[in-house]
């Protein structure tokens, strides 16, 4: 049972198993863990604490498994953490007459049993989502942000106890000190995930968002929230949207309810029917059971809304930094020769080092770093550091992908083409002499460190072929292509520039809309000019033909104007990069290399056409 993005929860076990779990990957390394408030946190929904709460008592201590060091710190590593189940009574439970309310049918029907103590559908489960979300209320509470709840509404709990009956309630929850634009447009939206989140919630039958289910009688002149200026920030004088607006944060606190259903586990006689012998029967539930879950359910609904806040900075900040790399970052290096060559003091530290350019992009360079881990024994929990090009970071990010079915690794990009383009995005592959690209894996990087540094010994050959990729992500996104592009660039232009990819790889993570394709713009042209020069042209200066190429099948397909493929031919040209086909080589004479390219669908080839700033189409040919 997984949620979550970059930060992704595991909850396991049964209410009357021997233990439940969690596991929390993605967690950031070098959090201190406060145990003694996390306990206070677990207190709170743990059973027996008071006479509204089941008998059922457990000490719900969490023990953790791995992810925490000796010191309290977080490691990095996926934190697990196991609580033992230490006061179950299964014999209270019938074996085949479902509870109404309960979860026991469809469950009957799915498994062939009805799970004592509602299995893993019981809010038994809600302890160990609560270890999750204790630590990351604590993650967030260090970054200024705070999760609190109270309880809205709730019937009389005493009264429903002496009948033997219960009553359901309404949490309701306040995020604050959230920047504005947390989340994003719909799928995206942070409303939609905490929805979801609120929704793994045993009981749960609704949640709204400000104003909510209440908005739909309003006006929007009584609805809208208007904007107002309070030292100097822009805040809105009410909060009908409950801090949400487009599925993104606007700086307002971010409030929702949650409504939970009366318990549905009472003591009166029920009406069901026997699922063995298919006959009415009356029902009468013994065991221990909450008379309201509301109260119990607020630091849970406290700790996934931390839980999906935290996911949601983490997938926003995404895992690449600016920085030097450190010797810390050190860890099982796979270099190119290139590379080794130009530093040797990395190359002193590698496991692995591999022949540098495109012909060595292979499927035995692959089993040379394969057998590298073998030799350094790499086992699962390993990971791996790829310092070079692009042809570095895909193949070792594509043995990664394939070491034990798939090791974390680490992309350190050498190049401008690799830093721009290559070290985001999770596409991994070598080539086939089929094609290039053609064995692959989606496998992102766990973390991808920009070293600017690196810049200074890249030759200015290699230079323009990052300049290539740059003003391909000006044309897909529109940016300003004004700066001077002769030289290097600057970390800040990196990171802008950059942002197109992340933009676009995330609206589209698996290439299935169609919106990644955009990114191989220019390529489908690139592609069979580097094939049809066996890579005598580099990728880089192949883009940038493709580019005016592909500009040109625009103009005769009647999408862009006649002056197009000059301007960007222009653009090319002042990063001195080449802007015409090699001699002997014509569109025309590309076509059955274009036919190999995996952007082919039948005998048509897919292309992302270039035809204007800010405008690439994806046109059939
Ligand atoms: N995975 C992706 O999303 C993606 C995107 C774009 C391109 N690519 C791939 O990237 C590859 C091209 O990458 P590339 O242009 O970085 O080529 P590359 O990896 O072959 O590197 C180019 C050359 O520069 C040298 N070099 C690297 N860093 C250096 C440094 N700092 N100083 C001196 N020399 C240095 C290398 O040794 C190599 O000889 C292609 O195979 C392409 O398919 C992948």
Redesign the pocket.
Known sequence: MKIGTTLKLDVWGESHAPAIGMRLEGFPAGEAVDRTALQAFMERRAPGRDAFSTARKEPDVPEFRQGLGPDGVTTGDAIEAIIRNTDTRSRDYEKTVPRPGHADYPNYVKTGRIPPGGGANSGRLTAAMCIAGGLCLQALARRGIRVATRLVQVGDIAAAKAAGDSVGGIVEAEVTGLPVGLGGPMFEGIDGALAQAMFGIPGVKGVEFGRGFAAAGLKGSENNDPFAIADGKVVTTTNNAGGVLGGMTSGMPLVFRVALKPTPSIYMPQQSVDLKTMQPTVLQIRGRHDPCIARRAMPVVEGLAAFVVLDALLTEETSVVFRKLTAADLVNVVI????AA?YPELAAQAICVIP???EH?TIETVENIWNAFARKGLGRKDHVTAI???????LTGFAAATWMRGIDWVNVP??L??MV??SY?G???CDLACG??MAGAFHPPRQVIIDTD??R???PR?LA?GRA?MIKHEIIGGLPHTADVSGAPTAEEIKANLAVKIRTVRADPLEKTGERMKLNCGHTVAHAIEKATNYAV???EAVAIGCVEEARLAVRLGLAPATWPEEIAARFAAARLPTTLPEGLTFESLKPLMKGDKKREGNAVVFALPCGWGDVRLVKC
């Open positions: 190119d020769s290139g590379v130009a540098t350019g495109e992009k070079g090009g692009g042809v570095t970071g895909d050498t190049t083409l690799a383009d290559a995005g596409k991994t592959a290039k690209n690196f810049l010994t890249l030759p290699r072929d990729e580099s990728h880089g």
